[in-house]
Nanobody, 124 residues
Framework: QVRLVESGGGLVPAGGSLRLSCAAS????????MAWFRKAQGKEREFVAG????????YYTDSVTGRFIISRDNAKNTVYLQMNSLKPEDTAVYYC?????????????????WGQGTQVTVSS
């Protein structure tokens, strides 16, 4: 059974940093694209960042470009999201996702598995 478990969320003041982790189990994800999404209260779930299977390509939504960095450690079946210069509008539940068939995720199309999410709250 495939399982994605996020961790690292919490409460942080504006301007602070957090690093989210997503540990995958149930199969080897080293050949699959992975991504982070988020859902703020009252809003639709949105794409945040994606990374190709080997980490060679990354893609970010405009609002986080230059502040967030997605990376992966295939030996640990883990993907990370380093979030810097956090803003109150970054407050959301952050979800990890994986695509079995795509080189890169740039949106919700192609997502095969989701994690349960981790809450990130940025205070002003």
């Amino acid at each position: 059974q495939v399982r994605l478990v996020e961790s690292g969320g919490g409460l942080v003041p504006a301007g602070g940093s957090l690093r989210l982790s997503c540990a995958a189990s149930g199969r080897t994800f080293s050949s699959h694209a992975m991504a982070w999404f988020r859902k703020a209260q009252g809003k639709e779930r949105e794409f945040v960042a994606g990374i190709s299977w080997n980490g060679g390509s990354t893609y970010y939504t405009d609002s986080v470009t230059g502040r967030f960095i997605i990376s992966r450690d295939n030996a640990k079946n883990t993907v990370y999201l380093q979030m810097n210069s956090l803003k109150p509008e970054d407050t959301a539940v952050y979800y990890c996702a994986v695509s079995i068939g795509r080189y890169m995720l740039t949106g919700m199309t192609g997502v095969d598995y989701w994690g349960q999410g981790t809450q990130v709250t940025v205070s002003s």
